[in-house]
């Protein structure tokens, strides 16, 4: 069995923030850097890099967080380096303080076990699986349809940190909300909570899905395993 380890780096800020105010959040923090690494924004010049973000700005608690995966561990210190704390989210003005760090690594990897996972405000699709999902009729068709989706989900993020599995990667939708309007950028999009089950060890508190640079798709364990 492959043993991945990777680092990962949750930090909480002072300041409480809500669901859609964490675009404005990502944004005061870009603009307080002065060089704007490629990490921080996922943008270069020729447009968007298209691989996993290694840098999430997240709610957590109410709070204004960004977690680190990856390389982006060792980016984030040129935020801290800046010493420009005090930024503008949206109409406010505010002195963002640390209020915990928390970095360790996590095995990430596919287990004879599952483990429990809570998805919130997960965004699943693009335009083309949008519309295959739309035209099934049967709750027992959508579900193993998102389930697939999952799994792909949590392939990009295994790519994104050079991740690769040498056994099936399952996933099984225990519970799944009714479907909710969740915006991002200025479009609205169709969303779910999800209860799941994997065979894959995830860190908490990284994204799955579309929007997990802003928050969508956090993923948060239930319990050890299943």
């Known amino acids: 069995m ?27 923090v870009i603009d307080s850097l002065e060089h704007k690494a490629l990490l921080f924004h ?12 290694l840098i999430q700005y997240k709610r957590i608690g109410g709070k204004a967080a960004i977690v680190c995966v990856g390389d982006g561990t060792e980016a984030i210190g040129e935020f801290f380096a800046s010493g420009n704390f005090d930024v503008s989210i949206g109409e406010r003005n505010v002195s963002l303080k640390v209020d915990s760090i928390d970095a360790r690594q996590v095995l990430v990897q ?7 996972y809570h998805l919130r405000r997960w965004l699943p699709f693009n335009k083309q699986n949008y519309e295959n999902f739309m035209q099934l009729d049967g709750v027992a068709e ?9 799994v792909g989900n949590v392939l990009s993020f295994a790519k994104g940190l050079n991740i690769h599995f040498d056994r099936e990667v399952l996933c099984k939708i225990k519970q799944l909300s009714e479907p909710m309007t969740v915006v991002y950028k200025g479009v609205r999009l169709m969303g779910f909570d999800v209860e799941f089950s994997t065979n894959v060890s995830l860190p908490d508190y990284i ?20």
């Open 42 to 53: 996922n943008h270069d010049g020729d447009g968007l890099r298209y691989s996993y973000p």
């Open 110 to 116: 596919v287990w004879d076990d599952k483990f429990v």
């Open 207 to 226: 994204g799955l899905g579309k929007g997990v640079s802003v928050g969508k798709g956090t993923v948060k364990k239930i319990n050890s395993k299943e």
């Open 142 to 150: 959508k579900c193993m349809f998102l389930e697939k989706l999952l």
């Open 2 to 28: 492959t043993e991945n380890r990777i680092k990962v780096l949750k930090i909480i800020f002072g300041q409480e923030i809500s669901l859609n105010e964490i675009p404005l959040f990502r944004g005061a």
